[in-house]
């Protein structure tokens, strides 16, 4: 073994040791989790749990910070910014990963190297929700609805181009009805207009959603996944009744900045692989209509340059700007 270490520079040899003894000691004080939107969305909601988690197994505090803006561009620009040494984070999702780089042609960062995926955390299916007062019970009479009363009903998302809004639009398409879309800076702002009944209509994740579902204050038609939702077993899908084939989710990802030590990244994400197979953190998440999903910074990085390659045709055939 010292043989082959005479090969390298003393510098190389000594980053090396570095790095491993960075990782063992990683984290040595509190780390920051941004999350690139308001709080009470499906991504601030899902982050919160991590972060308690995190905190609990490293014994050091993960602090949540809210960086709204700019359909998480201004979130995601602060930690690509950020020092790479594991100490600040961001949670993405399908949204800021996937579907940002095409929709803006312009970014405060490069989108194909600024980030270190580390892990998956949770699929997130969207529910179809409107408020009480909307007649329809089921997806296929607010169709009818909707389409006896074009322009007359409005429906709020958690901003232009992300997949509440691509959700919609591409229910719409296949639908047949005209309904006006009202974008906002993040879920939980599109929820409350919502609730307040500014809005008819609303996709969004049944993590931020359930609670309202489950007390009455939204009514849930329909949830855009190929099944249904354990949290909400007696909701349909849109595919059960309205829309064969029909699959829309959204889904968290744990990232960091490029240049982020591969020995610090492969821990979080060993760290967060097994934070999500707990048992009590699993029932978390799929009482509240999340599905565990942790994977390896490989896979996460995959699923990005799918879903990436996916929804680019998407916005392109709906010529869908971020305006």
């Given at each position: 073994?010292?043989?082959?270490?005479q090969?390298?520079?003393?510098?190389?040899?000594?980053?090396?040791?570095?790095?491993?003894?960075s990782?063992?000691?990683?984290?040595?004080?509190?780390?920051?989790?941004?999350?690139?939107?308001?709080p009470?969305?499906?991504?601030?909601?899902?982050?919160?749990?991590?972060?308690e988690?995190?905190?609990?197994r490293w014994?050091?505090?993960v602090?949540?910070e809210n960086?709204?803006g700019?359909?998480?561009q201004?979130?995601?620009?602060?930690?690509?910014?950020?020092?790479?040494?594991?100490?600040?984070?961001?949670?993405g999702n399908?949204?800021?990963?996937a579907?940002n780089?095409s929709?803006?042609?312009?970014m405060?960062?490069?989108?194909d190297?600024?980030?270190?995926?580390?892990?998956?955390v949770?699929?997130?299916p969207?529910?179809?929700?409107?408020?009480?007062?909307?007649?329809a019970?089921t997806?296929s009479?607010?169709v009818?609805l909707?389409?006896s009363?074009?322009?007359?009903f409005?429906y709020?998302s958690?901003?232009?181009g992300?997949?509440?809004?691509?959700?919609a639009?591409m229910?719409?398409?296949q639908?047949?009805?005209?309904?006006v879309?009202?974008?906002y800076?993040?879920?939980g702002?599109a929820?409350?207009?919502?609730?307040?009944?500014?809005?008819?209509?609303?996709?969004?994740?049944?993590?931020?959603a359930?609670?309202?579902i489950?007390?009455?204050?939204?009514r849930?038609?329909?949830?855009?996944?190929?099944?249904?939702v354990?949290?909400?077993?007696?909701v349909?899908?849109?595919?059960?009744?309205?829309?064969p084939?029909?699959?829309?989710?959204?889904?968290?990802?744990?990232?960091a900045?490029?240049?982020?030590?591969?020995?610090?990244?492969?821990?979080?994400s060993?760290?967060v692989?097994?934070i999500?197979t707990?048992?009590?953190?699993?029932?978390?998440f799929?009482?509240?209509?999340?599905?565990?999903t942790?994977?390896t910074?490989?896979?996460?990085?995959?699923?990005?340059?799918?879903?990436?390659?996916?929804y680019?045709?998407?916005i392109q055939?709906k010529?869908i700007?971020?305006?």
């Open positions: 073994m010292l043989k082959n270490f090969r390298f520079p003393m510098w190389a040899v000594a980053s090396f040791f570095a790095a491993a003894v990782a063992q000691t990683f984290p040595g004080r509190p780390v920051t989790l941004v999350i690139p939107f308001p009470g969305g499906g991504t601030d909601t899902g982050g919160r749990i991590l972060a988690q995190l905190s609990k014994g050091q505090t602090v949540v960086k709204g700019a359909a998480g201004i979130g995601a620009d602060w930690v690509a910014k950020s020092k790479p040494d594991g100490y600040t984070l961001l949670l399908i949204g800021t990963q579907i780089p929709l803006y042609p312009k405060p960062y490069d989108p190297s600024a980030f270190a995926p580390i892990s998956l949770a699929e997130l969207l529910a179809l929700m409107v408020h009480p007062n909307v007649a019970k997806a009479e607010f009818a909707a389409k009363k074009p322009g007359q409005s709020s958690s901003g232009a992300g997949a509440p809004h691509l959700a639009e229910f719409k398409d639908t047949g009805t005209f309904i879309h009202v974008p800076r993040g879920g702002p929820i409350a207009d919502l609730l307040a009944g500014h809005v008819q209509l609303s996709f969004m994740t049944v993590l931020e359930s609670g309202h489950k007390a009455g204050k939204l849930a038609l329909a949830v855009t996944g190929s099944k249904r354990t949290a909400l077993p007696e349909p899908t849109l595919s059960e009744q309205v829309l084939g029909f699959n829309a989710i959204s889904w968290l990802g744990l990232l900045p490029a240049g982020t030590p591969a020995s610090i990244v492969d821990k979080i060993t760290d692989r097994s999500m707990d048992e009590a953190v699993k029932s978390r799929v009482n509240l209509g999340g599905v565990p942790a994977s910074p490989q896979e996460l990085a995959q699923l990005i340059s799918q879903d990436r390659q996916r680019a045709k998407i055939s010529k700007t971020a305006q």
